[in-house]
């Protein structure tokens, strides 16, 4: 497995501000991905963060409202951007080693937008 | 279109005696299945996988079960335990190309075990 950290843990912010959700994860990893678990609904794939290159994004979810970056392999940050109460959610975290096949995730973040 | 359904919301069972945990799929493409516990205020766990080459694996209390011409995968819990109890998520994914580690969720059974 792997130990992934994120923070902030929770916050809560306020409409039409912005967000960035840290990803860390303790030894380098080959895949990372953003999920969403809005309240009472499963766990949605954001996108894929790609190391170097633009990341890639699941149908509904654009880069200018969820900006990721990737800068190398055992870090990765997702912003929530223009925040609206519809963006309070779980974020989460997950990672993929090479070779593998199970994704192990991070504790999450807990966002609330008023 | 929800390709990975979990069409019980919740489970209530006694403890000791067995937890059996549903999910159903409809795309054929899949071919790696997850179960995923989760806690209040935790990322998901990982708990046990199967491959489609596979009909069951088991690990410990554990057991996961493909039925592949009913599409359809279940997670056995001998004996069930208090600690047991949580929000469990069935997952798929299709292996390889763009898709590779992509995983489709199930909507969640919260699972309950009496003492």
């Known amino acids: 497995s792997a130990v992934i950290s994120q923070k902030p843990s929770r916050d809560i912010c306020q409409r039409g501000t912005s967000l960035t959700i840290q990803c860390q994860v303790d030894?380098?990893?080959?895949?990372m991905f953003w999920y969403r678990q809005q309240p009472g609904q499963s766990l949605t794939l954001i996108a894929t963060?790609?190391?170097?290159?633009?990341?890639?994004?699941e149908s509904g979810f654009v880069i200018d409202k969820f900006p990721i970056s990737r800068p190398n392999l055992t870090f990765s940050t997702l912003t929530v951007s223009n925040m609206s109460p519809e963006d309070s959610s779980i974020y989460l975290c997950?990672?993929?080693?090479?070779?593998?096949?199970?994704?192990?995730f991070g504790p999450g973040t807990r966002l609330t937008v008023l | 279109d929800q390709q990975v359904k979990q069409n019980s919301p919740s489970l209530s069972v006694q403890e000791g005696r067995i937890s059996i945990l549903n999910c159903d799929y409809t795309?054929?493409?899949?071919?790696?299945f997850l179960w995923y516990k989760k806690y209040p205020a935790e990322g998901p766990t990982f708990l046990i996988s199967?491959?489609?080459?596979?009909d069951k694996n088991e690990d410990g209390r554990f057991t996961v079960f493909l039925n592949k011409s009913a599409k359809h995968l279940s997670l056995h819990i001998v004996p069930s335990q208090p600690g047991d109890s949580a929000v469990y998520f069935c997952?798929?994914?299709?292996?390889?190309?763009?898709?590779?580690?992509?995983?489709?969720f199930g909507q969640g059974t919260i699972l309950t075990v009496h003492p």
């Open positions: 997950s990672v993929l080693r090479g070779g593998t096949d199970t994704q192990y």
């Open positions: 030894s380098q990893v080959t895949m």
């Open positions: 963060a790609n190391q170097g290159s633009e990341a890639t994004y």
């Open positions: 795309n054929s493409m899949f071919d790696y």
């Open positions: 199967i491959s489609s080459i596979k």
């Open positions: 997952a798929a994914s299709v292996g390889g190309g763009t898709s590779y580690g992509k995983l489709t």
